[in-house]
Structure formats: C-alpha cells, structure tokens
C-alpha cells in the first residue's frame, strides 16, 4: 500500500503545481500534497531502517528430549560440536522423541541462507536436573497493528525472525555430553570395556548380583556409575 500512496501523492503534486491556475490554491494543494510525499518517504524510510512500524514478540517452548545414544543404556548422551571457535554456539545432537530410531540434529548452519543462520543460536548445559530439557526462546517482529499492516506489508516483514536460541539442559549425573571424536573412541573402546566388566563380574559372583540389585532399585544410581566409568575411559573430567 504505501508504493501506491507515494504514487498517487507524486502524481498529485505533480498534477497541482502544473495544472492548477489559481496560484493560492496551486500553493496550498501543492504544498499540502508535497508535505504529505515527504511524509510518506520519511515513514517508509523510518520503517526501513528501524522498523517503527513493528514490535517485537518473544515466545518460548520448552520440551523434554531424550538421548542421542543407545536408547536401551541406563545414561543419556548429548552430542555438541563447536560452530567455530569460542562462539558458545553449538550444533546439538539428540532425540525429540523416546521412541524415535534416529536422533536429530539441531541448529545446523545453512550456508545459503547465511542471515537466517546468523540469527539462530544454540549452547547447553550441566545442571542438577532429572530430566534433559531444550529450550527454545524465538523473537519475531510483528506490525503494531493491522493499519500499519496494510500500508508497510509489502516485503513479507509479518513474523520477521530476529534471533532464535535454544537451550539444552541435561542431568549432570545420568548424561555425558560428548563430542563426535568422543563418540568415536567410545564406540571403539565399548566392546573392551565391556568384556572387561563381564569377566570381572563374572569372576566375582556377589558383585555381580549387587550391581543387578542396584540396576533393578536404584537405576539412577546405576546410570551415574555408568557415566563415571566412561568418562575415565575418555579422560574426561568432571
């Protein structure tokens, strides 16, 4: 709407400097329709640089996920990787959903949509918690009104993202949060550590029950000692 209202206000102007005779009445249409032009720039101008005509709308949603590891382990896993270096702003992997076969991968940079990507962020957490949670605070610019809708809704700006972050909290006990080359290792080393432990067990009886005991009563309990063991695996320190 408002290309249209500059057109019709140039034309005006235009059409009353040239065409009317009667001077005081050329001088007060012309300089009435000129103001009016000026206006128009100046708001479409003001609204382009610094959107005056919009506000801007925060929503928040947060939902419990779930690990990125083998889904039948006693311990979550969350997989980050730094996008650049010392940016605190992650490509994050884990599941949405219990059930699901694959994990997904969030916040992943769209090298051909650079502006949006530059406005999404992504970090996590270590906290005392039970449950592993993302968080996800949006901002979007919307009009003031539906008036100002009509004359400045020409360029798509309803709903405009201004920055996007999400925010993954897991349990600092029950869950490693792992890098890719972490995960690797992991994966390679498991099956070692894992004969290792049957034969200890296996050599040791009465262990071998108390630790079926604590799986059974006390599965927390029975996941952080999971974690504890491989995070010495990896060498990783709390």
């Known amino acids: 709407m408002i290309i249209i209202i500059l057109a019709v206000l140039t034309l005006l102007t235009f059409y009353c400097i040239v065409f009317i005779k009667n001077k005081p009445l050329r001088f007060v249409t012309g300089a009435i329709s ?24 925060t929503t928040t949603e947060s939902h419990q996920i779930y690990s990125a590891g083998d889904t039948t382990a006693p311990y979550g896993m969350l997989v980050q990787s730094e996008i650049g270096k010392n940016t605190n702003n992650y490509v994050l992997v884990y599941r949405n959903d219990e059930k699901s076969k694959k994990p997904v991968t ?39 009104n539906e008036f100002w ?24 006990n029950t869950w490693l949060v792992l890098t890719q080359d972490q995960v690797t290792k992991l994966t390679k080393e498991a099956p070692a550590m894992q004969a290792k432990m049957e034969e200890t067990l296996k050599a040791n009886p009465e262990k071998a029950l108390q630790l079926a005991e604590l799986q059974k009563s006390d599965p927390t309990a029975y996941a952080e000692m999971q974690v504890q063991q491989i995070k010495t695996l990896l060498g990783i320190k709390d």
């Open 149 to 172: 809708k009509v004359i400045f809704g020409v360029g798509g700006e309803q709903n405009e993202l201004v920055k996007k972050h999400t925010l993954v909290t897991v349990p600092k």
């Open 34 to 57: 000129f103001v009016l032009l000026i206006v128009a720039v100046v708001g479409l101008t003001l609204q382009i640089t610094d959107k005056w005509a919009m506000k801007e709308v």
């Open 106 to 144: 969030t916040n992943v940079p769209d090298e051909k949509h650079i502006i949006e990507t530059l406005k999404k962020t992504a970090t996590y957490k270590v906290a005392d918690v039970e449950k592993a949670t993302a968080k996800t605070t949006t901002t979007r610019r919307v009009f003031k």
